[in-house]
């Protein structure tokens, strides 16, 4: 394992590109604008990046639209798309260590699990599409004799697809591999807190062979370069993943502009249900405890509403706050570390906000409830566990996005699944049981994208991902990605 040493020198050395990337080529804003990309860990600057206007997005969208009709992507047979992609994702493994700490320095989650979980992740969802992409076929339809009907796949042309700055390179991959695979054209645009990796794999994509103008990244503001993209004209579908108010927002821009598809991975607030049949309580609590602490709780699916059957609450309630305390949070390049810093000042102070209100409110602290300093710096939360919460408080309601775990106590099954659905997002659930009835029952009743049994958060690019309610819809991940970066055809032969 690399030390904090080896992490430090390679970010001494590291080149943060500060340019957009159009029609293959390093792009600075027409105004010459930038932002700031800060640190969490150190408080500093780490790059001004061009801040894209409607020109510069105009000129990616421009270069994505000749790219797509030119054909030198969306007419290559698939094979060949999938050499061009497998080569990226040979690329991304080999740049592992320079991914990884571009985002962990960006946006505070530990090196390691961006070496380890996020980059490999990410080169996997992009072989994976590279894969499938030769291996589907279309359809002819059952029609009289006479007629020949097939129904055909197509790419849509060009997607814009908007992604957020917990998984920077992971949620750009899973846009990514599936639109590209399918033939489409692409303007990227990462969060203005962690545009590098975005960066450079579209550097790494031109290396590996891809046509100029068939992945473009623009780098910006929401408000500016986001909306730029909502607004346009010329662009097929968005694919977003971030908050559901800014997925309104893109409905909205949609409904202004062209009609363009919208393809939303919006907020969540996953419910994770302990029932008393449970045999495992040490494995349910390890699991809790991961599934709000991993990646700082910066994770939209992350369990952050637990339901605990009132047999076995306090008990559990013990072993959970054990397992919490396990999580200290660390310097995000200390090898070591499995909780980092939030990705802001702004952020950190909005999430402590949820802890006083709920302190306020009456709510109790059952661990943690503070932040903390580490080298000088106050980027850090301790994992918290509220308890003696109501319904309507917002530490139950409102989706927080750190290391806040809220807890209620249920008294039977049917109490459990009230609870867990009434809820404005319908993203992911978990339960625990040992009753394999129950575990088919509980899961039908429940509405979420997908349902863990006996584990939290179950992801893998095999099955879909997304979720329902104001959780959006559309799915990430698996076969049924293509359904949103292609368009059905019907072609009806009268045969003579
Ligand atoms: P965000 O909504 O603030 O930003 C997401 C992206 O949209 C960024 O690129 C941002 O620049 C852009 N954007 C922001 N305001 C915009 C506007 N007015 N118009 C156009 N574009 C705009 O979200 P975030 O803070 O980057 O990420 C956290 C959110 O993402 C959480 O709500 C989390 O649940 C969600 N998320 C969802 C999933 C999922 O798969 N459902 C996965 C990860 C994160």
Not at 16 to 41: L, R, T
Not at 211 to 228: C, D, F, H, I
Not at 408 to 436: G, K, M, P, Q
Request: aromatic share 8%; net charge negative; charged share 20%.
């Amino acid at each position: 394992m690399s030390d904090r040493t080896f992490w430090e020198n390679k970010l001494g050395h590291q080149h943060f590109i500060g340019h957009a990337i159009i029609d293959g080529q390093p792009y600075i804003a027409a105004d010459k604008q930038v932002f700031s990309v800060v640190n969490p860990a150190t408080d500093r600057i780490l790059a001004e990046v061009t801040a894209c206007q409607s020109e510069d997005v105009d000129a990616a969208v421009k270069s994505a639209r000749k790219a797509f009709n030119a054909g030198t992507w969306s007419g290559l047979a698939p094979q060949d798309r999938k050499t061009v992609l497998l080569r990226l994702s040979q690329l991304i493994l080999e740049h592992r260590e320079e991914l990884a700490l571009l985002d962990s320095v960006s946006m505070g989650k530990p090196v390691n699990d961006a070496l380890n979980i996020d980059v490999p992740g990410a080169a996997h969802v992009i072989a994976w599409y590279a894969e499938s992409i030769d291996k589907i076929y279309d359809e002819i339809a059952p029609t009289r004799k006479g007629v020949l009907a097939t129904i055909t796949r197509e790419a849509l042309g060009v997607i814009a697809a908007i992604v957020p700055w917990n998984f920077p390179l992971d949620i750009a991959a899973w846009k990514l591999g599936p639109a590209l695979a399918a033939g489409n054209s692409v303007v990227l645009k990462p969060s203005e807190n962690a545009p590098f990796s975005a960066l450079r794999l579209a550097e790494l994509a031109l290396e590996a062979g891809m046509p100029a103008g068939v992945l473009n990244v623009v780098t910006g503001l929401g408000t500016e370069t986001g909306a730029a993209l909502g607004l346009h004209d010329d662009i097929d579908a968005i694919t977003f993943t971030g908050s559901t108010a800014v997925g309104k927002a893109f409905m909205q821009y949609s409904a202004q502009s062209n009609l363009k598809q919208v393809w939303l991975e919006c907020g969540g607030k996953s419910a994770n249900i302990i029932f008393s049949d449970c045999q495992d309580l040490d494995l349910a609590a390890e699991k809790a405890a991961f599934g709000i602490c991993f990646n700082q709780g910066e994770v939209c699916s992350a369990n952050s509403r637990l339901l605990v059957e009132r047999p076995i609450y306090p008990r559990f309630i013990d072993k959970l706050i054990q397992k919490l305390n396990q999580w200290r949070p660390t310097h995000p390049l200390d090898p070591e570390a499995r909780m980092g810093a939030m990705v802001s000042a702004a952020h950190k102070q909005k999430v402590m906000g949820f802890i006083q209100e709920a302190r306020n409110a009456g709510a109790a602290i059952l661990t943690g409830g503070s932040d903390l300093e580490i080298e000088g710096i106050a980027s850090y939360i301790q994992p918290t566990l509220i308890g003696d919460l109501q319904e309507d408080m917002p530490a139950w309601k409102d989706e927080i996005f750190g290391p806040v775990l809220a807890v209620r106590v249920f008294d039977d099954e049917a109490e459990a699944i009230e609870l867990a659905n009434n809820h404005i997002y319908a993203l992911a659930a978990s339960i625990w049981t040992d009753d394999l009835n129950r575990s088919h029952r509980v899961a039908r009743l429940l509405n979420a994208g997908t349902v863990s049994v006996n584990t939290v958060d179950a992801l893998d690019v095999t099955v879909p991902f997304g979720g329902n309610k104001q959780s959006g819809f559309g799915r990430d991940l698996s076969l049924h990605a293509f359904d949103k970066f292609t368009k059905l055809k019907t072609t009806w032969i009268e045969l003579s």
